[in-house]
């Protein structure tokens, strides 16, 4: 199994969850991170050594877990925090005694932030001068600690007056816009700037004291694991619980997407369409949630307060088993302040359908008049259900691809952007579909032993022209599919200058197993482990380099730290002998020069790509400069010059698609293709994707949004996605020509 590319924090959260049958007694923590130690020296790709340099690696990455910024501990406490346990954590963890160090440093933590947030209630209480020229680093991730506490309250303070002057110029910016608009301000009724940022602060400091062992574990064990590279993880209980519902798609829960607001409630930004939520029908979007009754006991004891407490917390307060019903204690949208209504849901099964495999047909023209049918496949991740195997993405991929094929489509974009990977037996098995039965990816393990994993037995679904196209997020098992069907020479790769570059697998591992006979299991958590490097049929690893497009296209992440080389801990990128039964096609029938050359007469011309170069240019230079001024009149006139920037970028665009759009109107048409038509037989209907999201879930309204008069793109194709189509069609123009002058042979080689 290949896991997606980051475990990333979001602010909203869907409130979908999977059924936790509650524990009476918390695991052994202790014990946990023995098993786990032992299980690292056995199990992980890299074989580290295990000693005093290794334990310094747990315990910055434990100090850069808690405080990446390096705003709340000083070197003094890092220093002291060295002396007793840097050297050593790898030794306490086989002791089984590291939670001690852990619970310390946390301990030490809580105090710095309680410290730090009370600093800046004193300081939201004065008025801040932003007429001097001081500055702030917009990332303190390379800077040495404060040296100490003095030094430690001057940064802070610093970073507090620079929030307050962010929330500010966010809030003129609002008005003057609604203004010149003629628009009701929509920040009209909110809180004074320094009054919603005190309240900020308020909820970060919730979160840190509102932790309990199992979470300061969580954190810990996480820092060990990645010690030894950025995909190896400890998961906790509910983690691990999460995980498997992101992989098949369907989780437990009542279809709810929440927002933590700064005031300490939780809001409801969307309800999934059909939905417990939906159909119980009392839950409104914007309504806030200020407490939960998990077991809807009708009991005040029940009743849990909910207000600034952190959200994957009130995430665990909500889950629950199918059929269960759970009341929120909710203060409905546009109701009289204070005013609470009582909402009971039962909770079921919620499909996340806005992350399955969806089709679509497109109808376009040629220059010369007659109409080619592009088909386009778009796969958010490569889901699977391990548990039951109900839910497999190559399965869905498969009926969209034959219903294309009896659409008889000309060719085919296969979308793989913002993709971070899954499971390695549904990207083997797909990619079956699209080459000969042959090599899809080596595997090697720690003994350098090299397994070969085939696509299925027999002849592809689909042999005509195609197009895949990446982006900097595409990962793992994005990056096999895009490597092999490179290597073969079967598709064309467009996309940012390279993918992710994450060419390792991990596979979970349950710790409770290995605990002592009596011990606790049930909470103990998972270690997600790295065993194996994968490695393209042609012998390269995907590793740091990623895969390199054919035709490369402009894009902002490339002035981004995006990519496994920008990761701590990362594995180093190498090669191994190409796999022996492989055999690329012809690489003349993908006509890689003309369409290359196409491509860039093409973006040279194009208005957005140049504005994409522009703005990639004016990234680097302020990443390299790293500040970010604290004088009012001179950010005023920094974001002066940006709206003014925008302002004729937007003139320009409005008059420019406006045109763009006439004309897709009469070169294309669209329909759209849902694993639910599928389901029902339907046929294929036109629709405008420009005014047809096609969304499975209600969202809230974001009323700053409409005040942003960017045009959207013509008939939703950005630039990336337009380029993809005019490849595509100069790469099946081209097939059609060979053939017709007989230099191009059935089996797709060239004469």
Known sequence: MITPWLRSATFAISLVALSNPACAQQADFNEVGRQMAIMLQNSHFARLPYNAELSRKFFDDYLQDLDSQKLYFTQEDVSGFSIKYGDRLHTLLLQGNSMEAALDIYGVFKVRVESRVKHAEELLKGDFDFTVDETVMLSRKEVKWPKNEAEARDVWARQIKEVVLAETLRRETITRLAAEQGKDDPGADDADPREKVALRYKRLLAGVLEVDDEDIANYFLSAVARAYDPHTDYMSFREMNRFKGDMKNELIGIGALLQAEEDGATIIKGIVIGGPADKEGKLKLNDRVVAVDSLNTGTAEGMVDIMFMPIDKVVELIRGKEGSSVALKVEPSGGTPGETVLIVIERDKVELKDEQASGELIKMKNPDGETRRIGVITLPSFYADFDEGLTRCSVDVERILIRLMEEEMDGLIFDLRNNGGGSLEEVRRMTGFFVPSGPVVQVKNTLGQVQVKDSDGGKPIYTGPMVMLTDKSSASASEIIAGALQDYNRAVIVGDSSTFGKGTVQQPMDIGSMLPLFAVRDKAGF??????????????????????????????????????????????????????????????????????????????????????????????????????????????????????????????????????????????????????????????????????????????????????????????????KREAMNVLLDLINETEKAKMVGILKSDGGVR
Not at 557 to 564: N, R, T
Not at 579 to 599: C, T, V
Not at 654 to 683: M, N, P, V
């Open 527 to 720: 270690l997600k482990v790295t065993i194996q490097k994968f490695y393209r049929p042609s012998g390269s690893s995907t590793q740091m380099d990623g895969v390199v497009p054919s035709i490369v296209l402009p894009s902002i992440f490339d002035a981004l730290d995006v990519g496994e080389a920008e990761l701590d801990n990362a594995l180093p990128h190498d090669r191994i002998r190409p796999a022996s039964d492989f055999r690329a096609l012809d690489e003349q029938a993908l006509f890689l020069p003309i369409l290359k050359e196409r491509s860039q007469e093409r973006v040279e011309t194009c208005k957005d790509f140049e504005y994409v170069i522009e703005d990639i240019l004016k990234a680097k230079e302020r990443l390299k400069d790293n500040t970010v001024t604290l004088n009012k009149a001179e950010r005023e006139k920094e974001l002066a010059e940006a709206e003014e920037l925008k302002h004729q970028r937007n003139a320009e665009r409005r008059d420019r698609f406006a045109k763009i759009a006439e004309k897709d109107a009469k070169d294309y048409t669209f329909y759209r293709i849902t694993l639910d038509d599928l389901e029902k037989g339907a046929d294929l209907k036109s629709y405008d994707p420009s005014g047809d999201a096609g969304d499975y879930m209600r969202r809230a309204v974001d009323e700053t949004e409409g005040l942003d008069d960017t045009p959207k793109w013509p008939s939703a194709l950005n630039p990336e």
